[in-house]
């Protein structure tokens, strides 16, 4: 099993829809999580930290279900430019190993 | 504010040459990570460092591969002999302490023929 799974898609939804990704950790001691979004050709970028208790930022929403080992990340009213692979991350125990998911492309079409 | 910088951003080579990447972490971030990213297999995490001392190498491929941070302001991946399979983008990143939030440089394109 992979330390972290994400559904790679591509996810394929008209502007202004809701769309919902979800990412799955095999170590449950596993300390922090991020969500990161990574244009084509480019590096990858901070979207959100990722709390227990859940954290909004716009039209984002970020949610942590440590029980079940999962993390999902919401987008309301989608944009064009939210057009992306997002890219799932689990810091290991001790604060430092990093572990990316392999990523979920979104595309937003007019 | 200057980000994280890396050179050189293309790098063409033969297979069994030497290559050096380098990269410049922000000022104050006492944390630098070294990656690869490729169709398959995705970003793997290399090698991080935590106030220029290597933590963990575990995620270096091979002994070809070995990096440095001889100081605060200055790391370096180095291949030798490289490989074409060696060919990805290689990003360096950065963070204030530990794995919190990760500054990424534009990273390397790295090809060998």
């Known amino acids: 099993r992979k330390e972290v799974e994400q559904d790679p898609g591509p996810f394929n939804v008209p502007e202004g829809a809701t769309v919902a990704f979800n990412c799955t950790y095999s170590n449950s001691a596993s300390q922090s999580f991020f969500w990161y979004r990574q244009d084509c050709r480019k590096e990858p970028k901070l979207l959100m930290s990722?709390?227990?208790s859940g954290n909004e930022d716009g039209r984002f929403t970020a949610q942590l279900n440590r029980a079940s080992q999962y993390i999902s990340l919401l987008i309301r009213d989608s944009k064009l430019s939210d057009s992306a692979t997002y890219l799932c991350?689990?810091?290991?125990?001790?604060?430092?190993?990093?572990?990316f998911g392999a990523g979920t492309r979104l595309f937003v079409k007019a | 504010d200057a980000g994280v910088i890396q050179s050189p951003r293309h790098e063409v080579t033969e297979m069994g040459q030497e290559v050096t990447l380098r990269c410049k972490p922000i000022s104050g971030h006492n944390s630098l990570f070294w990656y690869r990213q490729t169709m398959m297999r995705g970003l793997e995490l290399l090698i991080y460092f935590n106030n220029n001392v290597p933590i963990d190498d575990s995620g270096m491929p091979e002994d070809r591969f070995s990096a440095k941070m001889p100081n605060a302001s200055f790391s370096t991946l180095k291949i030798q002999p490289s490989e074409p399979r060696d060919s990805a983008v290689y990003f360096c990143a950065s963070s204030q302490q530990g794995a919190q939030p990760q500054h990424f440089g534009d990273g390397t394109r790295l090809s060998i023929l």
């Open positions: 990722v709390y227990s």
């Open positions: 991350v689990v810091v290991a125990p001790g604060g430092f190993k990093t572990i």
